[in-house]
């Protein structure tokens, strides 16, 4: 990664998203679906809220890219986020800028 990749919080998840349960994909694919996604990285949190959508393919074998847009390809795991990377708060940036594990829960409302 260069410092140009400034959309990107975390690299080498240890999961993807085959390994999401059948259910939670399911329901990620609803319109009117609302994923909290929680990042948190030496006890530093923050939380995006983004939207499911009916077309959410949810294929791609390692990537996972939530979006402010409505914008949606095989990497796209939510839509209309309320923030982009660069919107996190400054303290988890600056936790994130670290290189320490992250943590990222997700989790449907």
């Given at each position: ?59 791609h074998p390692t990537d ?28 988890l940036v600056s936790e994130l800028k670290k ?11």
């Amino acid at each position: 990664m260069t410092p140009q990749g400034d959309c990107i919080i975390a690299v080498s998840a240890d999961k993807a998203m085959e390994d999401f349960p059948v259910d939670f994909r399911r329901r990620l694919r609803d319109d009117n679906a609302v994923l909290e996604v929680q990042v948190e990285c030496n006890g530093v949190v923050d939380k995006i809220t983004a939207r499911g959508a009916a077309g959410l393919l949810l294929e791609h074998p390692t990537d996972l890219v939530v979006r402010k847009s409505d914008y949606i390809d095989g990497r796209t795991l939510a839509v209309k986020a309320d923030k982009a990377a660069a919107d996190l708060s400054k303290m988890l940036v600056s936790e994130l800028k670290k290189d320490q594990p992250v943590k990222v829960t997700l989790k449907l409302k």
